[in-house]
């Protein structure tokens, strides 16, 4: 199982490399580019949920994450997607959710 900080470590990474694609996008012509660090105000929660022993194709394909524009507002909203061990799927465990993290921050 993947603990909570290395989940919010990826989710960080994760907006860092979409953050970085805008920000080079709107900046080719500066030689300067800066990250900067937005997870823990951007209210994600999510947490991955995966099988550690990994026996089966389908549990090593884990989740994933899809940047694109939900509500079709200009912005990228985030879509999270979550894993399911063949153990879990068996027993009749409910499967892991995914998340929608909706971009709400204003344009300037």
């Not at 990250?35 to 947490?47: C, D, H, K, L, M």
């Not at 999270?80 to 153990?87: A, G």
Request: with cysteine; glycine share 8%.
């Amino acid at each position: 199982m993947v603990s909570q900080a290395q989940a919010v470590s990826c989710l960080a990474i994760g907006w860092i490399v979409i953050a970085g694609s805008i920000v080079m996008r709107g900046a080719a012509s500066s030689a300067e580019v800066r990250f900067t660090e937005v997870i823990r105000n951007s209210g994600i929660t999510f947490e991955n949920a995966s099988s550690p022993d990994m026996r089966y194709i389908v549990e090593r394909m884990g989740g994933g994450v899809a940047p694109f524009d939900f509500d079709n507002d200009g912005l990228l909203d985030i879509y999270f997607l979550n894993s399911h061990s063949v153990e879990a799927a068996l027993a009749g465990k409910p499967r892991p959710h995914a998340a929608l993290y909706r971009n709400r921050m204003a344009l300037d």
